[in-house]
């Protein structure tokens, strides 16, 4: 089999593409959390974020989420072609800022807690889950 010039480099092309292309979910992520928090700095602690250490199916993985005082949490998985999962927002009047959900995960990857704070400040809590059988076909 022969390949002329112009089917190499398309070849080449395509290679480069999807050579770069994970790289681009991932920023796509910190893309969404700097938008969430206006470019400031998320500090470690005060979000609680539950999630199984290994997944056997990632179909379906549940976790849940807390942060006394948030006016609004963010979920992502960093891994899945489109990272966002959930905005939970939290009025006054809410007893608890606590969500629990099931979440689809496509790999292995992290998932990302982000909240703000009803005094401005934000806070970021981070869980590795460990998926055995992709929820996105793999």
Avoid: H, W, Y
Wanted: glycine letters at 12%; proline letters at 5%; a negative charge.
């Amino acid at each position: 089999m022969e390949f002329s010039r112009r089917e190499t480099l398309a070849l080449g092309l395509g290679a480069a593409v999807a050579t770069v292309l994970p790289f681009r979910v991932s920023a796509s992520a910190e893309d969404r959390i700097a938008a969430f928090t206006g470019g400031a700095e998320a500090a470690e602690g005060g979000v609680t974020l539950n999630a199984p250490e290994i997944a056997e199916n990632g179909n379906t993985v549940p976790i849940s989420v807390e942060a006394p005082g948030a006016a609004e949490i963010m979920v992502l998985a960093t891994g899945n072609p489109e990272p966002g999962v959930a905005t939970f927002k939290f009025g006054p009047a809410a007893a608890q800022q606590t969500a629990s959900t099931r979440i689809r995960l496509a790999s292995t990857q992290d998932v990302i807690a982000v909240a703000r704070m009803a005094d401005g400040s934000f806070a970021r809590a981070s869980a590795t889950v460990k998926v055995t059988i992709g929820g996105c076909g793999g």
